[in-house]
């Protein structure tokens, strides 16, 4: 167990559905940062929060949404799904802004779009 | 922009072989943190190994070891006496130093190692 928590682990939907992707991460880190990975494009940063707030973007899309609580755990929210959201979402999280202490990975959401 | 590259796409070896993954990255940060992970088939990303920019010294871990040269730019990675358990996707990652560009990791597209018996 690395300590970040991904909920759900698969998820199977429609097309134009949303859904949410849950990330708790790892005791005292306070950066949560999103990744898709998929077939085509490999492994993309898509957004990182620091201590709730937005620090960096990355390619994420327009239908994408994230936020950070103040108990620190995020969510990743999808919507108007396409077929070619269908990827692995992993979280991963640090103590500081950057990955001076290291980056810790949950195992990640399979998200099927049908 | 920063950027990794692994030009290698799949590699496949026998079992016992040596087998070097190689790995290029660019960036304007003077400092910088370089990583390996490694992604089993059952889907997770282990880390492997982080150096920063200041640290050149070649890095040995059991069968594992990782040459860096900054003059080249790159942080090869090398499995000694290949086993079948290596059998993986292998990623090389960089990410900015505290202070500089960015805190995300820039993944290389990864390299697929098939080790076989």
């Known amino acids: 167990d690395s300590g970040v928590t991904q909920t759900p682990k698969h998820l199977i939907t429609a097309t134009g559905q949303r859904v949410t992707l849950r990330c708790s991460p790892r005791?005292?880190?306070?950066?949560v940062y999103w990744y898709q990975q998929s077939l085509d494009q490999g492994l993309q940063f898509l957004i990182q929060y620091y201590n709730g707030e937005e620090r960096a973007k990355g390619n994420i899309l327009e239908r994408f949404s994230a936020q950070q609580f103040p108990d620190l755990h995020s969510e990743l929210n999808l919507s108007s799904l396409e077929l070619g959201d269908s990827a692995l979402y992993f979280c991963?999280?640090?103590?500081?802004?950057?990955?001076?202490?290291?980056?810790?990975f949950g195992s990640g959401t399979r998200l099927t779009v049908v | 922009a920063q950027k990794v590259t692994q030009a290698q796409t799949e590699i496949s070896v026998v079992e016992k072989e040596d087998v070097t993954l190689d790995c290029v990255y660019e960036t304007r940060d003077t400092t910088y943190y370089l990583f390996w992970y490694k992604q089993p088939p059952s889907g997770e990303l282990v880390f492997l190994i982080r150096r920063n920019s200041f640290d050149e010294q070649n890095e040995i871990s059991g069968r594992y070891s990782w040459n860096f040269q900054k003059s080249t730019s790159s942080f090869n990675f090398t499995i000694t006496a290949s086993q079948v358990v290596d059998s993986a996707v292998y990623f090389c990652?960089?990410?900015?130093?505290?202070?500089?560009?960015?805190?995300?990791?820039?993944f290389g597209k990864g390299t697929k190692l098939s080790v076989k018996p």
């Open positions: 005791s005292g880190d306070l950066s």
């Open positions: 991963a999280s640090s103590v500081g802004r950057h990955g001076d202490y290291g980056y810790t």
């Open positions: 990652a960089l990410s900015g130093y505290p202070g500089g560009s960015q805190g995300n990791l820039i």
